[in-house]
């Protein structure tokens, strides 16, 4: 089954993280990477950049809207996906749980519900 780990924290101000501890996240979200790569599990992973690069787009109406930002102001943005592909729910919140970003913030676990896979969408 593919399950989507969404990782959602509150975004630090400028300046709040040093660089180590930047450089800290950056080799344990590798390591955690490598580790579901070596698993067969990895899918696909990004880490999003700040909410305040995001471009929100909407068409109502027939009329295009393009807004600066996210759609909704909150505490916690969308930080980062992983998609994983593993036999059930328990291995997805075994994989969420060594995530690094659950120290953190929250780590969203979601099933699928269809996929493009090989030029189709999938059942």
Not at 36 to 54: C, E
Not at 68 to 91: I, N, Q, S
Not at 94 to 111: F, N, S
């Amino acid at each position: 089954m593919r399950y989507a780990l969404m990782i959602h924290y509150p975004e630090p101000g400028e300046g709040e993280l040093t660089d180590e501890v930047i450089a800290e996240a950056k080799t344990a979200f590798d390591a955690y990477g490598r580790a579901l790569s070596a698993a067969g599990v990895l899918l696909a992973a990004d880490i999003l950049q700040p909410a305040a690069a995001t471009t929100t787009v909407t068409r109502r109406d027939g009329n295009l809207r393009v807004q600066d930002g996210p759609f909704a102001e909150t505490r916690e943005a969308l930080a980062g996906v992983f998609l994983l592909d593993v036999p059930d729910l328990d291995a997805a919140i075994g994989w969420a749980e060594k995530c690094p970003a659950a120290q953190w913030g929250v780590i969203e676990v979601r099933p699928t519900a269809t996929a493009f896979v090989d030029g189709a969408w999938t059942s």
